[in-house]
């Protein structure tokens, strides 16, 4: 079989400060979680799509879909990220290769990213899409001024989708401890505590994440001139 792919779609949107979850708040026309499933959906080699919902949330996720994505499963998802992706783990059929997985705050992800980052496990058990850092970097240090630049060289932000080995990812989320559950912010990180070799992958298109309300406007600006369905 191919790959399993799995939306976290869990979050509650804090920072955002919706008056619903972030994966259901709309942009350029569809939520959030609905430009997700289409782009990962359409991608060569995913085989089944899971859904990460906010507890007691999942019909409203099934409806921010609607039709036109055949999903596999929408799952009740965790208190953390990580617990989520484990929910979505345990969901997908026990027959995929690989396992991918993407967060519904990114709404740029396109079937040739998911494919590019699918692709690496050839020859890694794991790979991410992430580009290399373009500011320049500063500490902070005391009132709010600078207290040092950092050299960006070597400096990548990590983003998703975020792709594994099923055999691979299965095992670190069998071994991980609570702690690790609560504490770890993406797989990769999980990934490189074993050792696991995870490469970076440029998807040389833009793929931000949505945290805060500023972010919608570039989002839906970008969206706009997307066409993938
Ligand atoms: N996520 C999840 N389950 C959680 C927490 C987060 O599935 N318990 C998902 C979010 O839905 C999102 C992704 O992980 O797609 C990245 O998290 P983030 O951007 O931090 O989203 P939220 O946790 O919803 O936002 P905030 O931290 O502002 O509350
Ligand atoms: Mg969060």
Redesign the pocket.
């Known amino acids: 079989m191919g790959a399993g792919a799995i939306i ?9 400060g919706a008056s619903l ?3 259901m708040v709309r942009v350029a026309g569809r939520p959030l979680v609905a430009w997700c499933a289409i782009a990962l959906s359409a991608a060569r080699g995913v085989d089944a799509l899971v859904i ?1 919902s906010p507890p007691g949330e999942e019909k409203a996720i099934a409806a921010a879909i609607g039709d036109v994505v055949r999903v596999h499963a929408i799952v009740p ?5 990580q ?2 992706v484990a929910a979505g783990i345990a969901a997908l059929p026990t027959d995929v290769d690989a396992i991918l997985v993407h ?3 990114r709404p740029l992800v396109t079937p040739a990213m998911v494919e590019c980052v699918l692709a690496e496990l050839a020859v890694h058990d794991g790979a991410i899409a992430a580009a290399p850092v373009a500011d320049t970097l500063k500490r902070e240090g005391a009132g709010g001024m600078i207290a040092e630049t950092i050299d960006r060289v070597g400096l990548w932000g990590a983003q998703t989708p975020q792709a594994f080995r099923a055999e691979v990812i299965r095992r670190m989320f069998a071994e991980a401890d609570p702690i690790e559950m609560d504490t770890a912010t993406d797989c990769a990180g999980m990934a490189e505590r074993r050792g696991v070799r995870v490469a970076l992958v440029n998807p040389q298109s833009p793929n931000p ?3 805060v309300p500023a972010d919608l406007a570039l989002v839906e600006a970008l969206l706009g001139g997307l066409r993938i369905a």
Not at 8 to 16: D, I, Q, T
Not at 77 to 81: F, K
């Open positions: 976290v779609a869990a979050g509650s949107g804090e920072r955002l979850p972030k994966a990460v998802g965790g208190a953390t990220r617990r989520s967060d519904a705050a994440k949505v945290t």
